[in-house]
């Protein structure tokens, strides 16, 4: 049997399922929810909240194929990749998980027969590692392992925390040895390919103090994690993880791209180093995009920004000039796109944004490269090792180097980096950007010299623009002519590159003082007036703009066809990731309104409207019929009509649009609320924004139906209970009843209202009020729920036969146009009259006592 990455998973799900295995979705790679994690690093994270005790589960087994991404924090495996052959910064874990189900023993069980009789590993090539103290599990692995097989180590290696407190455990690994003469026993957990490690087996039986000291779980779990590409390269009958099926795609298309042959026989060939990396950051870069995260300069944005800057250096390596990793994403589609569709759904979206991640760090590569040399090489004539902290701050601040990947070049050549040095002139960037942040605004407006500047914009035609320098000192320039849009109308301001002076300068914002256009640039500018610059706007950044825009008119007006015409704008604002339009309407927006409003722009953009501008004077704008322009003080004399269908939406405007509604692709209303009185916010999205908002909502209703038996079983047992505290707060009036209790020949009669709401809480009270009357007693009691009277009825043993409680109650309910009967002891009626309860209570003992006479006539 070949075993394929493919057969592999699903031997592996489908031999847990079959011993009662809840088989779980992987959770994504960006942990939702978890502000402590930057990547899903582990299967356990998804079911971390069971461990710490606070969630539970409708299950007690369960197994998956957990996508996961290590490359920061305490599980980094960064420096490794490529430069070996079983490290990468993506890979699956194979898991399965007991809480509180199986132990030890059944675990080991189940391992052993996976391995050995399902895959059929040769017994004679296992070897087991345990706890130092963990005798139960060294005594579990005796019947399937001999003695020599078995090895106890400490902390470091055996033992699981996750936390410096909280649930922890000893573990127990089972490694594959490889070596021709089985002598792998003294390599176990030396950190060689030779005898590696395939299978880890955590046992959760400790709970770790905050003095350190360790207490029994009163349940213990167990929680398993193997690594698929691992397994897969012993299955297979491969030395290296990049010589399965799950690698082998992806190297052929860059040895096909690059004209280059993998060599497999030398793993520290730099050629194969290169390879590996590309193919290993590929797959975490591509996974992360799909599941929701983009490079940047933050958080695990900067995460990704770096491992795609550490693959374009190592493609450098290989010849590559252009932007290459994007061309590898329709292979690693092919390869793992079945078990994970979010691949196939989200593929055009990876390619664009890792093409465009790449083809803005090669325009300051070789630059960047360049320098290192040169400082280099002057280094080397000193005979001095360290690479200084202001160079490396200098390339990442310049040229994009991320810190590591200074200091891979550095160790390729024999140095090291002044990490020390190169943190101080981070932090001196920080602390002059907050301030800068603070007074930016204000320079630029009081800057008397821009005024002087006017600048064309050509943003409405074109997304390159060549133009003179006017001004530039700072981090401003002013160019004659830009493409660059300043905020305005609630649409925000464009970002992109100034190309000046062979130099490229990333613009974070641009703004208007007098007819000037600023470009607000990330480093400061060379004072390179009347030079020639290229204006370029981030292109997929306007696109999604106008796609948001041009659906803020049909939003507008279909607003106004279902609500009324009563709509008028109040604020909107047109942002790359959303829109948000407010407007003038008097309460809730009803869902069925939501939705007509929603399909009703959907329908416009099916048609493939074409959206047209023109240009016109203000006063003959005025004349267009239905035209909307509001907020009139703010139009020149001249203004911009845009037109999307003369009797559906015409409207001043000054933004930017797509040509045709087709290309705004799909809208979707996102939320509604009041943001004041008699104004409402609706948020939509557009285009691909509508696509990761259904898979938002798709993992958000996967997340609430796993939860929604416990949350309904929650709420029956505490609405149980509240009602019974409600019946136990009015039987402790019981007293008070007793005391205003009136007597009619001798019976004593209770008659009240009390504030209940069910009918199996007025019986509960009711009895109890027949008990506290003993003999010679009456007891009536009501309540209104909705609108309706529910009456209860009880007649002491004794007084039965001549007052029959459920004639009693349906002779009263009539009072109140109702009806009721039961038991002789205790019977109910309701009635539809709740205005003459009051009345109706007062009456009881004259109602009683003319029902027992007429009892006793008959």
């Known amino acids: 049997m070949q075993w394929t990455s493919h057969r592999v998973r699903q031997s592996f799900l489908d031999f847990f399922a079959e011993r009662g295995h809840r088989i779980v979705p992987s959770a994504p790679v960006i942990p939702h929810g978890d502000p402590t994690l930057l990547f899903t690093n582990a299967g356990m994270n998804q079911f971390k909240d069971v461990f710490l005790g606070f969630g539970t589960r409708d299950y007690t087994r369960a197994a ?96 699981w925390e996750m936390g410096d407190t909280g649930p922890c455990g000893p573990c127990t690994e089972i490694h594959y040895d490889r070596t021709p003469d089985f002598s792998g026993a003294r390599l176990v957990n030396a950190g060689t390919p030779q005898v590696i490690e395939i299978w880890n087996l955590v046992f959760i039986q400790y709970n770790r103090r905050a003095d350190g000291s360790l207490e029994e779980l009163p349940v213990k779990h167990v929680d398993t994690g193997m690594g698929l590409e691992r397994i897969c390269s012993v299955l297979q009958g491969v030395d290296s993880n990049y010589d399965t099926d799950l ?38 870069l591509a996974f992360a995009i799909a599941d929701g995260a983009l490079p940047g300069n933050t958080g695990r944005g900067y995460v990704l920004r770096r491992l795609l800057r550490r693959a374009e250096r190592f493609a450098r390596m290989l010849g590559f000039r252009e932007p290459v990793l994007w061309r590898l994403v329709p292979v690693l589609v092919s390869i793992m796109g079945d078990p994970f569709p979010e691949l196939h759904q989200h593929q055009r979206t990876i390619e664009q944004v890792i093409e465009a991640e790449e083809a803005h760090f090669l325009r300051t590569l070789d630059r960047g490269l360049q320098l290192f040399e040169t400082v280099a090489e002057e280094l080397r004539r000193r005979q001095q090792w360290e690479i200084p902290g202001e160079i490396a701050f200098q390339l990442y601040d310049t040229y994009g180097f991320p810190l590591d990947l200074t200091e891979l070049l550095a160790r390729e050549q024999g140095f090291t980096v002044d990490v020390e040095g190169f943190q101080r002139l981070m932090e001196e960037q920080r602390r002059r950007s907050r301030q800068a942040q603070k007074t930016q605004a204000v320079e630029i407006a009081l800057s008397p010299r821009l005024q002087q500047f006017r600048s064309e914009f050509t943003g409405y035609e074109e997304l390159e623009t060549e133009a003179e320098v006017l001004y530039a000192e700072g981090h401003h320039v002013v160019l004659e002519r830009t493409p660059f849009y300043v905020e305005s109308g609630g649409q925000v301001s464009d970002t992109g590159i100034l190309l000046l002076g062979g130099e490229d300068y990333v613009v974070e914002d641009v703004r208007r003082v007098g007819e000037a256009i600023v470009h607000v640039c990330a480093q400061e500018v060379e004072p390179l007036v009347g030079q020639r610059a290229l204006a370029q706007v981030d292109r997929r950044r306007r696109w999604a703009i106008m796609r948001n825009h041009s659906a803020t008119h049909l939003l507008h007006e279909a607003l106004r066809r279902v609500l009324g015409s009563h709509v008028q704008q109040a604020g909107s604002l047109v942002a790359p990731e959303y829109l948000r339009f407010d407007f003038s309407h008097f309460g809730k927006i009803e869902p069925a309104q939501l939705r007509d409003i929603e399909a009703l722009v959907n ?11 023109r240009i016109m004077p203000l006063e003959q704008a005025r004349k267009i019929p239905n035209v909307k322009m509001f907020f009139a003080d703010k139009y020149g004399d001249i203004v911009r009509v845009v037109i999307i269908d003369e009797r559906f939406s015409v409207e001043l405007c000054g933004g930017t649009h797509v040509h045709n509604t087709s290309q705004i692709g799909l809208f979707a209303l996102t939320g509604e609320e009041a943001v004041a009185a008699g104004v409402r916010r609706v948020e939509a999205v557009t285009g691909e924004g509508v696509e990761q908002y259904v ?56 008659a009240e209202q009390v504030q209940l709401s069910t009918i199996d809480q007025l019986k509960a009270l009711a009895d109890r009020i027949r008990a506290a009357l003993g003999r010679q007693g009456i007891g009536i009691v009501s309540a209104v729920v909705e609108g309706k009277v529910h009456l209860v009825c009880v007649v002491t043993p004794d007084l039965t036969e001549r007052y029959p409680a459920g004639q009693l109650v349906a002779r009263i309910s009539r009072e109140l146009d109702g009806g009721g009967g039961g038991r002789p002891h205790l019977a109910t009626a309701g009635g539809r009259r709740p205005e003459k309860l009051s009345e109706l209570l007062g009456r009881i003992p004259e109602l009683v006592a003319t029902f027992g006479s007429e009892s006793v006539r008959t």
Request: glycine share 4%; net charge negative.
């Open 247 to 284: 690698f082998v795609p992806l190297i052929r298309r860059v040895e096909e791209l690059s004209g280059r042959r993998y060599p497999r026989e030398d793993v520290r060939h730099p050629d194969g180093i290169a390879m590996r990396v590309m193919v290993d950051h590929i797959r975490a």
């Open 603 to 613: 329908e416009k953009i099916r048609e493939a409207i074409p959206v047209q501008t």
């Open 695 to 750: 898979e938002q909502l798709r993992r958000r209703l996967e997340e609430q139906q796993r939860h929604a038996d416990q949350l309904a079983e929650q709420l029956q047992r505490l609405q149980r209970e509240v009602e019974q505290l409600q019946v136990e707060r009015e039987s402790a009036r019981i007293p008070e009843f007793l005391a205003r209790a009136r007597s009619v020949d001798g019976i004593r009669i209770v």
């Open 64 to 159: 998956d194929t957990q996508k996961c991404i290590r490359v920061s924090g305490k599980h980094n495996d960064l420096e490794e990749v490529g430069y070996d052959t079983y490290h990468h910064t993506f890979f699956e874990m194979l898991g399965n998980w007991s809480f509180g189900d199986y132990y030890k023993a059944e675990a080991i069980a189940y391992a052993w027969e996976l391995l050995t009789g399902v895959w059929k590993l040769p017994v004679e090539r296992l070897h087991a590692t345990v706890f130092r103290t963990d005798d139960e599990a060294y005594e579990l692995w005796r019947r399937y392992l001999p003695a020599e097989r078995i090895h106890r180590f400490d902390e470091k290696d055996n033992f």
